[in-house]
């Protein structure tokens, strides 16, 4: 895994995370031979289900959370180990970052913003008196860091069923007359998510679809802008001013965002290893670090 940091300004940086295959091939091979083990698929006694077929079945999910968990992983060490003082939380750079295929790609990269807390010095005597504020701590404070810390450390899984946030990912085909176009737009691995959609007739055609559904569906009346149509069609903004044709999409894979369980694996992300060994101890924690902030 490489980071590398460019300084847009004093207060503003962006990160990127670079993941090649060889980084985490190793540990999702030692995922698949466990799962093997406790495999039970009919036809196959316990333990004796092939490798080929697990690697089939689980393969991709487990590259997945892999990687989602190198990511933050590294991503807070190295905010750490160089103590950067950051501005609020990393957040995904929206420009510079590609779209993130787990079912071709084998390297990946990752881009996050940073904000960073401007320097200042305070020169005080022993003739200048500073008040000292107890913050009082409510309970709202406390849930809203441990939403935080679970948002921050969670990780994409495969799901059959499609909800209004997952990212969908298929083959996407113009349609006319109620048929496939064949001379028309196709776009293989198009990537789409219901929750951006602006029209609710057309998003409740995706919620509740099921993983190999064919869905057919207006991108014009879906989507906002000419952008988003072009984004999603590859194509040029002028050509997607033009497009009115419905199109059909048949779901390959429905990827979703699951926030992290309040665990022992996630106390240790957050504070490291052995450190916080309860959820009561883990909220504890979190207002003795609100106070101190």
Request: charged content about 35%; hydrophobic content about 35%.
């Amino acid at each position: 895994m490489n980071i590398v940091r460019k300084d847009l300004d004093l207060n503003n940086a962006i990160v990127t995370l670079s993941i090649e295959k060889a980084d985490y091939t190793e540990k999702v091979d030692k995922k698949l031979r466990e799962t093997r083990k406790k495999a039970n698929i009919p036809g196959f006694r316990p333990g004796m289900v092939p490798a080929g077929l697990i690697k089939k079945m689980y393969g991709k999910q487990m590259v997945a959370e892999e990687i989602n968990k190198m990511v933050s992983d590294q991503l807070y060490n190295y905010i750490r180990e160089n103590n950067v003082n950051l501005l609020g939380e990393p957040l995904p750079n929206v420009t510079e970052q590609k779209v993130i295929d787990f079912d071709t790609q084998e390297d990946f990269e990752f881009v996050f913003d940073l904000g960073i807390a401007p320097e200042f010095e305070v020169e005080l005597t022993k003739k200048d008196k500073v008040k000292f504020y107890t913050i009082t701590v409510s309970d709202e404070m406390i849930e809203n860091q441990v939403k935080s810390y679970t948002g921050r450390y969670g990780k994409y899984i495969q799901e059959e069923v499609v909800e209004e946030k997952d990212m969908l990912k298929g083959e996407l085909l113009e349609m006319a007359d109620g048929k496939v176009n064949e001379s028309g737009i196709k776009v293989q691995d198009a990537t789409l998510t219901a929750a951006y959609m602006k029209d609710d007739a057309q998003k409740a055609l995706f919620v509740g679809a099921k993983k190999g559904d064919i869905i057919t569906f207006n991108p014009t009346k879906a989507f906002e802008s000419e952008a988003e149509v072009s984004s999603m069609l590859k194509i040029s903004k002028d050509a997607a001013k033009d497009v009115v044709a419905d199109f059909q999409l048949k779901i390959e894979s429905i990827t979703r965002y699951h926030e992290s369980a309040i665990d022992q694996e996630l106390f240790d992300k957050v504070y490291g290893d052995g450190v916080v060994k309860t959820e009561e101890e883990f909220r504890a924690k979190i207002k003795e670090n609100i106070q101190e902030t």
